[in-house]
C-alpha cells in the first residue's frame, strides 16, 4: 500500500474530508487538491508535511513507512498488510500435542548455543484441511513473540465479531501504543469504542 493509499484510509476512517485535512495541515484554500495528489500518488509529502498528516489523523507517522530496520517495523508492515489482505495470514497460538510423534527440526540460530527442537507437533485451531504442515514462525525475541500473540488475539476477537473492523483498524493505527502485551498492561492509546 503505498503512502497515498495509507493517508486515504486513515482520512475516511477518521471521518475526514480531504479539504479538512488539508486545513488541519496548513495548506488553505488549495488543501483538498493537494491532499488528492498525495492519495492519488501523482505527489508525495516530504517528511515534515507528512508528520504534520500523522499529528492532524492522529497516528504515528512511522504508518506511513515501509522499513526493515527493526522487528517493530517489521511487525507493523505485517500488521498493515493483513488488514489490506485479509485471510492471508492466519495468527495462531499453537500448542504441542505429545500424544504425536515427534517432529525434529533442530537448527542452530545465531547467538544460540543450543539446536531448536520442538518435541511434539504443533497443532492449530485453523480448521483447515491441508496436505501440507502448518508453518511455524518462531522467534526467540520475547516481546515479538507477545505482539504476535496479541496479534492472534486480536484477529481472533474481529472474526467472532468481538471488535468492529474499525476497532481492528484502530489497533493497527495505534500499534504499539495500543498494544495490552496481551492483557499485562493497558495499552498508552485506547482503541476500542467504548
Known sequence: MTTGEKIKRIRQHRKMTQKEL???????ATG??????YEMGYRVPKGDLLQKIAEALDVKVENFFVSDKSATDIFRLLLWFDFEHTDVFQVDITQLDQTLPPVDVSTTVSR???PIQ???????????????PVTVLWTPN???????????????EYKDQQITKS??????????????????????????NV
Open 32 to 37: 483538498a487538491n493537494r491532499i488528492a495528489q
Open 22 to 28: 488539508g486545513e488541519a495541515i496548513g495548506l488553505g
Open 118 to 132: 520442538f518435541t511434539g507437533n504443533a497443532v492449530t485451531g485453523t480448521g483447515f484441511e491441508s496436505d501440507t
Open 142 to 156: 520475547g516481546m515479538l513473540n507477545t505482539f504476535l500473540q496479541e496479534w492472534a488475539q486480536r484477529q481472533k
Open 112 to 114: 544460540m548455543t543450543q
Open 167 to 192: 476497532e481492528y483498524f484502530e489497533w493497527i493505527l495505534q500499534w504499539p501504543d495500543s498494544s495490552d502485551l496481551g492483557g499485562v498492561r493497558q495499552p498508552k492509546r485506547e482503541w476500542r
